[in-house]
Every structure is written in C-alpha cells, then in structure tokens.
C-alpha cells in the first residue's frame, strides 16, 4: 500500500484516487429503510395507468403489481415437497438451482482454503445471516440451512404455504432480504441528482427503469400492448433481480461476465455489446478470458486473482474510485444519449470529477496520459455527431412548421394519447400511421436516437470501425442526406406549386422560395425552439 | 417417474404430457422403403430444370444429380491408400475424421463405464450394426471395425474402388444407411399436412428444402448462376447431413450447439442465431453453457447429466412430447413467416395442440403459467405485425393497380421466367432491372419478408431489443413511412400531373383525387386480392 | 515427405505445389536494412499534412511521429523501478505482461519437452538472442534474461532511463529489433505490385496503411479531426504490432485466433469477421475449436499438433504455398474491393497462379476440386455483383453531368481541401454538406463500397446467407432500386420542368426526354467516362 502510495505520487496528480478503498467494507444497511423506500417510489402502474391494462405475461415482468398464484394448484406444499415436486415438473429449473450457491451453502460455509475463488461468499454468507438475523429470520447462531424455493417464493424460512394464496414471483426487496447491501446499493442510483437537469433524478438508472417504461408516452398509449411489453422484458430491472442473475442458478459468475449485459445493452439504440466485442477488451476477452479468466472471484480481484488482462463491462461500470458497487451511476456522464445540455456543460465540477475517475478507472491497465486523451477524444467525437445531428433537426422542424410534410395537412393522425404530435419524436420509433410520421421525420428520430447513439457508445467502448464506418458516423451522415434531399425537394415542389397555385401548401413561405441562395443558408436557420423533440427524458 | 406423474397431476392439466416417453425406443425403420421414397420424392433439378444449367460447384450441393468423379485420379484404390493418401493432400480431413467416432468405433465399444457421456454410442453402434446385418452389409455377429473413407466415398465395407468411376459424394441415404433412425426420422418431415393448406404438404422442412430451392421462381429464372447457388449453400439438407455434422468429424456434439444452426438461421430473413444469441438463453448458454455443460451426452439427458442450464436451438426444436428426434416440424406453427392464412386459424385443433406442446417444452423450466403467456403474447405480437404488413400491402398493390408505381409505364422490364411480375414480390428481393421493382415494392416486400419475419422469430426466442427495436416492429415502421409517404406523393403528383395534362399515368384515377379526405381513407381501402404476393411457399 | 509427394503426384497436376516446404527455415534479414526501409518509407504525417494537426489521442497511433513523454512524472527510473511502480498504478498492465512470454523466458529456455506446444518458441528465443549479438544488443553467449518495461519502452538492454526524456511508444521497428524475421515480413508486403497497377505499389497492405490513411483526401480534409482519428485506430498496422499482439500479453496464442482479426475487420466496408463466424468454418471454430485446439502451437502445425478440424483467419492469410509468414498479401487478388481492372484481369498469370495458391490452400481440407469450382463460382458471382454497381453508377454519373441531382445548382458546398467534388464519390461516406452529397449519391457509394464488398467477402468466406440475402446481393439490389427510381423521377421532373418552364435545370436535356422508350435504353446507356469515382485506392 506505502509502494502503492509513493509511486502514484510520483507518477503525479493525474491518479491521486488510485490511493482507493478496495473492496468498500461491508456497509450495513438498514433493510426495512430501503425496502419502504423502495415500495414507495415503486410507480407500479405509473401516471398513465389508465390508458392501458396488463396482459397476462406482464404478471412475471412486475409481480409486485400483477401477479396472482395459478389457480392450478392448490392446497399446502411444505419446504420439501416443493424441491421433490419441481425436479420432476421443470426439471431445468431445478438443476439449476442444485448446482447454485443456494443449495449449497454448507458447502460454502466449510470452505477452508482461502486460495478457492468462491472463499470471498464465506464471508458473504456470515453478511446475509447476520442480516437475517437483525430482522428476526434467523436466530443468533443459527446457520442458514439452504436458499430453497420456498424462501424466496413464499418467505424466508417459511415450512410451507398455500401454493394457490401464498406464492409469489421474488421483486427487488425480497431478494434484498438476505443481499441486502446489493440492495442498498442498486437503490442507491435513485440519489443521483445531475447538475443542470439533464435528467430527472435518479434518471436514467436500473433502478428506475420500470418508472421509465410505464410513465414514457408511447409506451402507455400504443395499442399493441404485446410489442409494448417487449419494452418491460429489459425495463424491469427495477422490479426484480433476475435480469443480471438469472433464474436458477443466480451466478455471480455468469453476471460478471459481459453476455449478462447483453440482452439489454446491444442493438440500434445503445450498442454497447457490439462495441465491446469488436474492440481490443473484446478480443481480449474472447480470446484470453473464456479459456483463463476466474469469473468466480469478485470484481475487485478480477486483475490479481482473476487473471484478467481486460476490462469486461462489469470492472469499469461497476467501479468508481476503486470500490466496486451495485450503484453503476456514479461515473455517468453522457448517460443514455447525448444532448446539448451535457455538451455545452462538461466542464461543471460534476462532469469534470466523473472524467477524472474514468481516467482512474482506465489507469488501472493504460497510462493516465492515454486515458485522458481518449476520453477527450471521445467527448469531442461526440460533440461532432450532435452538431450534424442538430443541423438535420433543424430542418425537420422547419418543414412541420411550414406544413410541408408529406401528408401533413392531408393524412396525418394524431398519436394516441397521452402522447402529443411533434416532428421526428421518440413516439415516432414505435408508432406509425398514415403520414405521421412522415419517412424524413421518422430518419430524423433514427438519427437522433440511433446514429448518434452509436456514435458515442462506439466512441467511448473503442469500437473503430462501429463508430466513424458500420454505426455512428456514417449512417448519421446517410440519414442527413435524405433529410437535406427531402428539404430541397419539398420546399422547390412547395415554390413551384405555390408559382402554378396547384396548392397552397406553402403559402406561409415568402416569395424568396425562389432564390437558390436561401437554401445555401438554410442548414444554418436558427429555428425557434418551441417544437420540443419529445425525448426519453421522463 | 410415479412422482412425476403425482407432480404433474398437482401442477394441473397444463401439463399432462410431462408424463413424456423420454427417448423415443429405437424405431427399426425399413431403410429400403425410406430410401425409396427418398429417391422417389427428391425432385433433382426440378420443375423449372430447362431453364438453368448446373455450374461446377453445384455438384458438391446437389451430388446425387450432378456430382461425377474427376479424371485426375485414376485407377484402383484401396481402404488403405485412401486413408494414407489423403492423410498427405488433404490433412485437415484426415485429422478430423482420425479424431471423429468413425475412426475409433472400437474405443466406444470397449466403453464400460456407464457415466461416460459417450456411453449412448455404444447402443448406438449396436443399432447400427444390426440395421447393416438386416441389409446384408456386415455378417451377423461381426463387429463394424470402422467407418473410412471408402464406406461412404464408394460403398459400406468396401475393400477397394475406382477413383475415376466409384467415387462418390454422399448423400443422405448414403448416412441412412448406418443411421437409419435418424435417416427416417428426418424424411417424416415430409409427412406433415398444414390443416388449411397453408403450406404444401412437407412444407417447409429440412426434408424439402433443395425442392423448395430449385422450384423457387426466381431462382430458377435469374441469370446469375453464381449467386443463385449460394441459396444451395442452406437449402441442401435435403441432399446430404454434413450441414449440421459437418465434414469430417461429424459430430454429435457439434451438432448439438447453436453455432451449428447459424450459418443458416441468421439474417435477414430469419436471425434466429441473433435472436438466441442474445435472449437470456443464449447468456446463460455462452457464460454457463460453454463452461460447463457437456454437448457429449444425448439431448434428452441434457437438463440432467449434461448440466444444461438453459435450451438451446436443439434442446427444444428436436423435442416433441418429451421425445427427442430428427424430425424437426412436429411443433411448427407459424413457420418461416407469419402469415394472415396462419393467424386467422390459430384456434383450430391443430395449432392449439402445438401451442400446448411447446407449453410442455418451456415448461421443462419455466411455469406452464409462464410459458402459455408468453406464447399467447407472442402470438398476438405476431399479429399485431401483420396488420401494418397488411396495410402497406393494400398500398402497394393499389399504386400498382393504378399504374402509379415509378417508371411503371415507361422503364419496367418483365422478370425472367418462369418468374411474373407482381408488386413486392419474393422475386424482387433477388432481382432488379430498370424500374422493376420500384423502390417502394422492393421496400414492401423487406417489411414481409425481413421485418415481419424478425418480429415474429425475435418474439418466439425471447429477445426484446431485437423485436421491438433493432428487427421487427421499429423497422417495420420505418419502411411504412417510406411507402406512406411515397403514396401520398405519387397520388399528388397523379392528381397535379392530371390537373396539368402533362402525363395521362392517372388518367383512370377519378376526380376525387384531390381530396384530402381521400388519403385519410387511403389506408382503409381494401383492394380486391387478386394481386397476390408470390411468397416462397411452393 | 516421400509418400505425401507421390499422393500429391497421383492427386494429379492441380496440387503440386503442396509439395511445400513446410515452415520457412528461419531467415536472417538484416536488421539495419529494414529498419532504414522502414523509417525511409513511412510517410509521417503524409503529403497532406499542413492541413491537419494531430490531436493528443493520436500520439498513440503514431508514436514516432507525435508522442512526447510526460512531464508529470520527472526523473530516472530503473528496470526494476518501472516494473515495481507499474505493478501499483497499472495493475492490468503488470499482470498482463507478468504472466507473458517476454517475463518468463527462462521457463520457456528450460523446456524440455518437445511435445510442450510452446516447445517453439525455444527456438524462436534462440534467433532473438543470436539477432540481438548481431546487433551488438547482447553479449554472445549471453541469455536474454528478461524483456521488461524498460527494452520495450526505452531501449533493449537498458538498466535506466529518463521517464520525461526518454519514453518512447515502441514502433514496428522496437518490436523489430528481436522480432526480426517477422518484421522483414511485415515489411515485405511493400513489395507487391499490381500487374496492371490496380493498385499502387504495396497497396492494400498493413505495411502501408497509415500511409493509405494520412493520403486519404477526406480524411486529411475533414474538420472532424476526432472522427478522424477513428480510422487511426485500424490504419495503424504501419506505426506498431499490438494491433495483433495486444498489450501487454503480446500473445502469439490470442493473436493466432480469429477474434484479434475483428476489431478492424468486421462491419459494413468488409465484413470478414461476420462471414467467418457464420461459415461452417466458423461453426467449427466455435464449437470444436474454443473447446479443443491449441492455440499455441505455431500455425504450421495447427491441423496436426494443434487438432484444428477447420481453418481460421490466420491459417489461410498467413499461408502461401505451405510456407507461414506475417506477409498477407502473397495471395491477395480482389483485394480491398472488387473493381473491373481487376475482373478483366482475372486470366492473367499473376491472378491465374493465386488463384492456384489459394486452391493449394482449401485443398488442405477440401478435394482441389472443389477448390477449385468454389473460388470460381466466387470470382463469377463477385463479377455478376459489379455488374449491377457498374450500372447504378452510370446513372448516378450521369445525373451529376447532367446537373439533376437535388440541389446539385442551389445547394452543393464543396467537400473540404484536398478533396474534390464528384458524385458518389468515397469522400461522401465520411462528410455531407447541404445537398453534397445528394442521397441518391450516397447510397451509390455505399452500393461500391459496402453491398459489393459485403457480396464479395461473404462468397470468398463462404458465407452464404450473408452474400446472397442478409449483405451483398439483395442490399446492393435494394439500393439499386432506390437510383432507378431516383432517376425516373428526376428525369420526368426535369421533362416537366422544362414543359412549364418553372426551372431551367434540364435545359441541357433534349426533347427526346419524353419518350418512354429512352429510359428503357437508360441503364444501357454508355457515359464517357471522364468522372472518376474516388476510391481508396492511394
């Protein structure tokens, strides 16, 4: 540690916090706190709760809110019966459970070599006993037996239940019974304030992403309510826990390795799977991680015991300062999209200070010097994309102001509740009908929500080719192509029809239509910004 | 298996064909009858074979029909000198078939331990030889010593062949005739009857995919030969097995891990792989599976001794009833893509049966509660793809109808034959000239063909990002715009042009073109279906 | 060998030259004289470099030009200084190189074991040392101890440096000094010229590709230096080897599999890692060979030592005629990009005699036959694909001569110094400024540079869902479709334009406009070809 010490002074300012914590000692939080908290900032339908009603499968997406016991099975099932039934019914989920942790905990608990890359949930073990204990499940002394089915589907410690009144679909909280400092820390994204409001507090985080999902306009108001739960399959990471740490096995090694991301975090919006795997960590990881790497040993072994000689999403997100934590917001910076709103603000302390612990956090394998200098490259590179991307938005606004969308006086619905009408809006993604929105507006929400997202994911995730070729740059610029054609094209028709007085479409438009020199200038337009593009931003 | 009997009992009437048989028992197929009926069905070149000529790597995808023996090497070779020989020029085939079961039938004969995962081809093999004592092949008693280059290049127990005469490529009755069972198993595809005829009888499987191929109209038609055959490249399973067990090891194991369905199953038109790869199966599968499950054992001891902790595309896809097999469509319901004929019927005995034994199949893990809502909510996000397919269809054909489609009247070659022209049809994904297809057809039959197609298969498999998102529903959107808005604007330009005189292209268009009440309609319209979309159902 | 040259002799004449001669004896370049070559050819910061000024991020990517050490860490430091302080503040970069080769060269001096499959590289150290004698780097007799921080990073041998003097980023020629042989064959790439100069000499090649990348007119010119710097991140093979050999493992055994390929090639401009990875190659790859090969033979010996049951990157691409090297280019023919001086060309002897090589090499696994048949339906398929992009590009040529592009007279800013306006051109995948590129212009550079590539890479990788349906084929046709239409609208616009008088942008056209029958003849039609698509050829 004085080594550790001494030589990050000499090798200067840059890496002061390197001086970290390590593993935060174990925090004991209070659980009945956190579980009213929980409860009470749980939006369960959400504001527009009137506008839609559950299917059926949305039951397992928020138990909490939807779910009801099958009335199949009725009648008392005891501790042991639920084990000897389910190996025969869904034997998958049974063998998987078997093998977990949570049938093995004697195991666990006799372990005696320190060298065993599991000897870390001994300790663990002792937290979540002491823990249950503290909350009247365990006596003082007594050691937890096994996590059966009826632990975390009836209650902790239950001997049986009513399988057709009692059984429930585990949230957050219950699992937070016994983890519960993982608990305490995954709630503890809802503090996040940012500084100029870029986001609501707490947004965008797991640990509101149910909220996101029910209170997001065209969620809540789209007819299809089976594609809309396609939203809630990853948007309920505010619910339950199962998301990272599937169900039966809940493997933290499983959930450290970058796959648990990856159902979530890939594809047109946020392709950050994508970027990993084609950058150098990727290969790194594919190549050296699958056939060496311990993912057994916790986070904050990963580089030592763990052998591992590249990041995984895990070792930089769930990291700050050293400590590593179920909290994944504290290094958040352009967070789910970039904006003029952080761009123009990053250098407030708040942006600065995340910089400087990324910078950290990419020490750990490159020179601060290295770090730095990509990091600013990437927000920069990012900066280039929003301004191509706000030019094009420009021009789409301008042609719904001046009605010169195809269809736009003609045949142009208006959203479902309690979505509004807007040009190139996030509605626009899923919804369509008639001409709203137009095929430039719906470019303009592609370019916006997809181009430029995959610019900046590609960018800070060290994907070349994904951000200035495949994704990111060069699509932005296809998708500014049709926008500036459709532009020249709508406004010319506007001023010859406007000249033959086919139409009146354009009759709002000055006699200066005509003049080639307008439309030279007219990427630079300052359009007033009342036409709010209606954004994730909750 | 009482227990499982009581349990299931229990778990409700869900589930009552959990009481599975487990593995089939070895079916004793007649192999003369069903190689028969292979020759007799398999269609060779087709009914369109005037139109095209085989180019040379053809005979490797079809070789029963086109394969012939080169000249190069003539003369006798023995059991022996193919083996060295190839040992020296073709070194990758020979190591892998050295290493392959073929090679070391003797090492899984002289199995004794019950708990190898190998074990099974000890039965195995004992099938096998009795299926070639019943042909005449192997003497009664006498023990296969190997499977060589000569049994399946020139014939089973072969001592020598000419190399420029006997040589052959083999096919799959030449793998039937050791497996018989699974030879069978697959040509029973061709047995299944849609109950509305809404596919050819056999349509689509594996067992008909080479006919489904070169009965294909465009592939039949279209010039490029060299392109037309990669379509070979998949659509050969009905020719030979090496597309799953792959040349020259043949494995099983291989065989068993979704990689061995992706070269295939990927991609525009079906990304299962894609689908799989990032649904939480395909997490489970690429951290726990890769790890620690073994693809040795038999797919219906994959839950238990092979660890499985999640299915993959064989897991379910050859499962039946609890019964393993190599007829793959006994569970089939909306098939390659998703169609109005399909969802109209969905409540019919047939469907509903299937639908319940695929409850059986998800219920292996998850509830049968569970599975039958995700299922009816696939189902109905299936549909609610199919009505804006459907919507833009109408459109399309009408333009077409209506003689409005670009360059319609003036630059639209006729596609090749036996191909006919139809707005957005299958052919216009594979061939373009001039003003055939319009951008608008070619973008329409993308939403049936591709986006359509991604909804339904990103739905089934359980990967949210890819149907909502990435594939399916929001690009399915985004195409609609496209041909919203072209329709709006070919139908104003129609009525201006009209207005005008300077074109007679809307000249059967009445006068209520102008009005924008119309467009609103536009969408609503129902245009009589006797412009029917050429699909690939043959 | 004698046995293997009379198998090869009855395989008949198509594979002589498998007759090969195994691993090359090592070489003995001189050092001195690469090393000179080297620095004399590398073009620094290019011909373009008054036009841009590097960023901090890219004294990365080429170190020799640009990297400065910092100031913040002043002073001498030792060899064992460097390693103990990095061990604290870059512990993934200590562990890394720890548990590498260059920190344990004792152990691989004491291996005894032949059979050890890094047995290898015992030899390799002893070319090393006897270079580094040579060099007069080493005493003779002398055991390399150890390659620290301090060979690397300031010079081989030195017990201390000064860290803000003397850090150095170490280039092609540090890693060169004992990787000599692999250096001069790197080096070598710069040999190769074009038969009919289809390429400039030693283009396309990683020996040039900074060159390649400092001399592209856009890349030079854009404002976006950040963007820019994107292409750095793959275009720097040139400056240093980790883009392989990553830092810092520098392992033979990571770079050796098919992933440290991926990070540069994948995506839309040539997408060999997504055609590997849905090749049965691939399959084989991911199934068998993630579970079963040994990476760490050398590539000579990855069919035998090794037990690869299929091919990966590296076992084509190194390989010319059984000899393994770090030169690539011995059998490239279509290169980067498919073009008509290249498909003209095809039956000249320079592509003749590759196109016998490359057959040698699927003939390590695959009949010559068959070879030979794939490779020619690839280079028929990969011409029928430049057919359909020849003739979108005449029309995009001459809507561009003919000033009817949208905007093309209203609104068309010239691209950025040294680049020059021209339609469809490479520059208008990575810059667009009001209507330059026009959309139309767009999607005809992305139908050269991404369908036809994408086309072409899925046939030679066989792929074959990727080059007829997913990429390639059916994209480029669906891109066709959209400049077809383009066309007829435009044309028809500019007739009746003209008719009314409202714009004169068609003036030029003659009254043959308005005949139907011209825009049949339109795809035909032959433009002089005097507007040259700028591609990447330097």
Known sequence: MIKKLLCALLYGLLAPALIGVGYAAPSEPDFQAVKERYYKEHPGKGKFGD???????????????????????????TRESCVTCHQAVTPGAFHAWENSSHAQLDRIRNLSNGQDPRFYK???????????????????GEPLKEV?????????GAKAIQHDKDLKMPDRAACGTCHTAEFAQAEAEKDQEWPQGQWA????????????????????????????????????QQN?????????????????QPEACATCHNGVDHNEWENFTLSKHGTVYFTQGKAKWNFEVPLKDALTKGGYTAPTCQTCHFEFQGEYSHNLVRKVRWAFNPQTAIADNLHHPWFESRKQAWTQTCAQCHSPSFAESYLTAADKGTIEGIQVEQEAKKVVEALYKDGLLPGQKTNRPVP??????????????????????????????????????KLYKGLFHANPGGFTYTEGW?????????????????REQAGKSAATGALSLASQRTSDEGDPARWVL???LVVAGTLVIRKRKP
């Open 122 to 140: 001994k300790e663990k073990l002792a937290e979540v006993e002491k823990q249950l204990v503290k909350q009247g499940l365990l006596k003082e």
């Open 474 to 490: 060069s699509p932005l610029l296809r998708d500014y192509t049709l926008i500036m054609d459709e532009n020249t094209k709508l």
């Open 522 to 524: 007219g990427s630079l």
């Open 240 to 256: 339950k826990c199962d998301g990272c740490h599937t169900r039966h096995s809940f493997s933290a090694a499983e959930a450290r």
């Open 148 to 156: 059966g089915c009826i632990d975390c589907h009836g209650s902790v």
């Open 51 to 77: 506008l839609w009603e559950p299917i059926p499968i949305q039951k397992y997406w928020d138990p909490k809110d939807f779910y009801k016991p099958p009335a199949t099975v009725s009648g008392e099932v």
């Open 201 to 236: 507090k707490g947004h965008p985080s797991h640990a509101v992403d149910w909220k996101a999902n029910v209170e997001n306009l065209i969620w809540a108001g789209m007819a299809e309510r089976e594609i809309a739960q396609g939203c809630d399959q990853c948007h309920y």
């Open 416 to 453: 479902p509740k309690p979505e509004q009408d807007a040009p190139g809006g996030f509605f626009q993604l899923f919804w369509a009908k008639g001409n709203n929105p137009s095929h430039v507006e719906r470019v303009y929400a592609d370019m916006w929500e997809h181009d430029l997202i």
